[in-house]
């Protein structure tokens, strides 16, 4: 087993900078979607630590075991198109033509499990077409699906 401080370190820094950027800019943290008695009023979050791009089947095939979720970038966007479906089904366009998407941090999780795993950098190099494929098709999902205005980390 490698020793992960630098990247958790990095990773708690890299979320205690988006937390006090989004703090100090005004803008409220958004709740996670599966909290069921959350208030939605500016938003939801449909992030998961640990997810991936890849379905948890697709990784499995690989031979790389996800023990932390099983949501990966397909679950995520289908849990947003719920979302939407429950919370504006006649004018999600009006509703959301001011909002803000953000699609972060994903595709990286694939490689870090597989690392993790013993996969050989050959193995993970192989993977990466299928991985920047997800992710393509999932920003072309959100982008024809109804967003003005989306950033892709």
């Known amino acids: 087993m490698r020793d992960d ?7 708690c820094f890299y979320a205690c900078f988006f937390v006090h950027s989004t703090i100090e800019s005004g803008l409220p943290l958004l709740n996670p979607y599966k909290d069921q008695n959350a208030n939605f009023r500016y938003g939801a979050n449909f992030a998961v630590v640990g997810a991936t ?3 948890t089947e697709i990784m499995a095939e690989k031979k790389i075991v ?5 949501s990966s970038l397909n679950v995520q966007l ?6 939407f ?10 509703k959301l033509k001011k ?8 595709g990286g ?4 499990y597989g690392l993790l795993q013993g996969k050989t950098m050959n193995e ?3 993977m990466v077409p299928e991985v920047v494929q997800t992710i393509i098709q999932g920003v072309k999902d959100l982008i024809k699906t109804l967003y003005r205005k989306l950033v892709v980390e």
């Open 109 to 112: 999780n694939e490689f870090n």
């Open 99 to 106: 909002s803000l998407f953000l699609a972060g941090e994903v």
């Open 78 to 83: 289908d849990w947003m198109s719920s979302h």
């Open 66 to 70: 996800i023990g932390l979720t099983n």
């Open 124 to 126: 993970l190099r192989n």
């Open 53 to 55: 791009a890849l379905s």
């Open 5 to 11: 401080s630098c990247t958790k370190l990095y990773d």
């Open 85 to 94: 479906k429950t919370t504006c089904s006649t004018d999600c366009q009006a």
